[in-house]
């Protein structure tokens, strides 16, 4: 249920951010003189370059909780290590029940992903990559899970900077 908000073919003060919708939470509260309506929206804001982050809205009205999960996610932007237009290594994404694995893909795949997990991946750019939601399927929890496993992401430069080598010397 990822609603696009793609806002680049706009000409009046477009947007350079993917703007997508994951999950649209209505809570009711009930009280004497009827019920009183709440909405909660997750969204996930990225540049398509590699930096992604992700929000949640809670208001009155749909728009409204929209507009502040979109500016949360502004805040809480991430610049996630990309290997061309995939992952440089697998890796397991963990955020209290909800694990993500992700594998790197060769070109031409695509994205093979679940609804909150294709959100994130195609809003950080990433257009070949193999995913799978391996417990909880709540969008909040996938979602900080799938985030948790990009961050952990380093790439060959960071791993040789660590052992104290260069990249050649790393290759053999």
């Known amino acids: 249920m990822a609603y696009n908000r793609d806002n680049r073919g706009r000409d009046d003060n477009a947007s350079e951010y993917i703007e997508k919708v994951v999950y649209l939470n ?3 509260k009930t009280v004497k003189g009827g019920r ?10 990225g540049d398509g370059k590699g ?5 949640l809205g809670k208001a009155a009205e749909v728009s409204e909780a929209i507009l502040k999960g979109i500016a949360d996610a502004k805040k809480n932007m991430k610049k996630i290590t990309l290997s061309g ?6 890796v397991i994404g963990e955020f209290g029940a909800g694990r993500v694995l992700m ?4 070109k031409g795949t695509g ?4 609804g909150a997990v294709r959100a994130v991946m195609e809003a950080v ?7 799978k939601c391996l417990r909880s399927n709540n969008p909040q929890n996938v979602v900080k899970a799938t985030m948790a496993g990009l961050e952990a992401l380093r790439g060959p430069e960071q791993v040789a900077a660590v052992r104290g080598l ?3 010397q790393m290759k053999g």
């Open 166 to 168: 260069t990249v050649e």
């Open 36 to 45: 009183i309506m709440k909405f909660a929206a997750l969204v996930v804001v």
């Open 111 to 114: 994205v093979i992903a679940g």
């Open 51 to 55: 930096t992604v982050g992700f929000g």
């Open 103 to 106: 594998k790197p893909a060769s």
């Open 125 to 131: 750019g990433i257009t070949n990559i193999r995913t």
């Open 85 to 90: 237009t995939t992952i440089p290594h697998e």
């Open 26 to 28: 209505r809570v009711a």
